[in-house]
């Protein structure tokens, strides 16, 4: 009888054994982190962080444009407002999402340099204008004065982000090169993105 009951407990530690070196090696072969698959989730999890980024950089962009657009129209109802001035100031403005980079040619420094310098050159025009000594003709103008400084103060942070998140896709990209070539379709054509900062 003893016999028999070490029998079945033996056939019962070498079932469980197995189950759980079964279990074990399925785990690990869903988790490494070298497999195709694995590169694959992790490159997805990367760009969509990049993707996030920009859209969150462009959508402030966007609103600077908007709140430059309002205070534009504000300062057009003054009593003696140089109407043909704040004109041209709005088509400068209207100008800005034609004249803006994407993920792709701000590649090109100069593009960025000449997005900078055209929205710079704007809202230092209509600064003075906006608010001439600080003091801005209406509580309007004031606090879209106030609000397009805030997202000025902003975009260096925005890039700052945006450049860390590329770097983490671009490290990985380059890390696992051969896997994510083996995947195919568009990840075979998957190139590092550009950054913000100057290379040295």
């Known amino acids: 009888m003893n016999s028999i009951k070490s029998a079945v407990f033996g056939l019962l530690l070498v079932t469980a054994c197995a189950a759980s070196c079964k279990r074990d090696g399925s785990k690990t072969a869903t988790l490494d982190p070298a497999s195709a698959t694995s590169v694959k989730a992790q490159l997805d999890v990367l760009r969509d ?119 983490q896709y671009n490290n990985y990209l380059k890390l696992h090169q051969d896997k994510v070539q083996s995947l195919g379709g568009k990840y075979s054509e998957l190139k590092p993105l550009p950054l913000f900062e100057l290379s040295q």
């Open 49 to 167: 962080s990049v993707e996030i980024k920009w859209r969150t950089m462009t959508e402030s962009d966007d609103q600077k444009i908007g709140v430059t657009r309002l205070l534009l129209q504000e300062l057009q109802k003054q009593p003696g407002a140089n109407v043909a001035q704040l004109q041209s100031l709005t088509k400068a403005n209207n100008r800005l999402k034609a004249l803006r980079y994407d993920q792709q040619t701000m590649a090109s420094s100069d593009l960025i340099d000449r997005y900078d310098a055209a929205q710079d050159s704007l809202l230092h025009a209509l600064y003075p204008i906006a608010a001439p000594e600080g003091a801005a003709p209406t509580e309007n103008a004031r606090n879209f004065v106030e609000g397009l400084q805030q997202l000025d103060d902003g975009v260096v942070g925005f890039r700052v982000q945006y450049d860390r998140a590329a770097k």
